[in-house]
C-alpha cells in the first residue's frame, strides 16, 4: 500500500481538482493519515463483497487502477462501472475485470516496484516524477515520537541508530549475533543502537541485548506512534521489511538488508536508502525467482563488514 500511494502524488499535480480515493485495509489506513493527494482513503465495506460493490459502483469512477490485481480486487473493478480499468496483465478468468492491462513481464534490467506502478500513470496520459512515497506527520505526533525516544536517557548529541530484527519471511531475517556485532561497533563509535521491538522479537531482542550491552530497547507502539519514533532516527537499519519503507517515506537514512528480495525491485537506489546484498551470484538468482537457493543462506552471506561501513557512511553524510 505504501508503494502504492506514490501515484497519489502525481495524480494530484495532474489533476488538482480530481476526485481520488485510495481504497486499502483497515491496517494500512493509519498509513495515509495527514496525506494530502487522496480526496477520500476508503475501506471495503465488511459486511460482504456485494455491498463491497455497491460501495464502488456507487462512486461512479471514470478511471480505476488496480494495482493488486487479486480475484477479490478484479469482483471490484468488473463491477465498478468505469470506463477504463487498469490492471496487470493476469492469466485466468478474472482478466476481463480490466480493459487495460499493463505488462508485469521482467525486463531486461530490474526496476523499482514504485516505478513498475508508474507504468499505470503512463497509460493515463500522467507523467510520473514522484521518486518514492512519504508518510506525514502532525507536530503533535512527532512530538510524542520524541518523547518515547528521550525516556530512554540516550545521552546528548550520540546518534541514534534503529534496528529491525525480524522481517515478514523468515529467510529475510539477518541472524540475531550479527546484528549484536553491529551493536557493539556502533556503541564504540559513539552511536546508540536501539532496537525496535515487535511482538514476535521478545525473544531475539533479550538474545541481542544480553550480546550487546549498553543496547537500548524501545517495544514497537501503535504505528502512527511507531513513525514517531521513527522519524527520531538518524539510520534504519533492517531486512526488506515495512519499517524499511515507512523509513524511506519520512526520509530517514537506511540501509537495508536483501537476501531472497532484489534490492533493485525493492530499494529506490537514493544516496539516502543503501542496499547491501549478498555478493553471491546464487542469492541474485534466488531474488528474481530463477532458482532457489534451498539452503536460504542468502541472509547469511551478509557479513557485518559491510553494514558497519554503510552505517558509518549514512552517519557521516549527515549535519
Known sequence: MLLTSTLLEDLR???????????????AVPLLDGNPWPTTV????????????????????????DSQTSPASARLVLLSGA?????????????????????RKP??????????????????????????????LAEAERAAGAADLAALEIPPGRPLVGLVLSAGSPYSRWPVDRFAQVARQLLEDGAVPLVLETPVDGD???????????????????????????????????????PAHMAMALDIPTVTLYGPSRAANWNPGLPSTVAVSSPRRR??????????NQRHTCMMEIEVTPVIEAIRGQLASQP
Not at 475501506?43 to 478511471?63: E, S
Not at 542469492?283 to 532457489?292: H, V
Open 204 to 242: 531475539d531482542a533479550a538474545r541481542m541485548v544480553a550480546m550487546a550491552p549498553r543496547t537500548c530497547r524501545l517495544a514497537v507502539p501503535e504505528l502512527r506512534r511507531f513513525l514517531a519514533v521513527i522519524a527520531g532516527l538518524r539510520v534504519m537499519v533492517s531486512g526488506d521489511t515495512g
Open 13 to 27: 499535480r495532474a489533476y488538482p481538482a480530481a476526485q481520488i480515493d485510495f481504497l486499502t485495509s483497515p491496517r
Open 42 to 65: 476508503m475501506v471495503p465495506d465488511q459486511r460482504g463483497p456485494l455491498r463491497a460493490m455497491r460501495q464502488i459502483r456507487a462512486r461512479r469512477y471514470d478511471w480505476i487502477i
Open 283 to 292: 542469492c541474485d538468482g534466488c531474488a528474481r525467482g530463477l532458482r532457489r
Open 83 to 103: 470506463r477504463r480499468r487498469l490492471g496487470w496483465d493476469i492469466s485466468g478468468p478474472w482478466r476481463v475485470a480490466y480493459n487495460e492491462r499493463i505488462s
Open 107 to 136: 525486463g531486461p534490467r530490474p526496476r523499482y516496484v514504485v516505478r513498475q506502478r508508474q507504468e499505470f500513470l503512463e497509460r493515463l496520459g500522467v507523467t510520473p516524477m514522484a521518486s518514492r512515497p512519504k508518510v506525514f
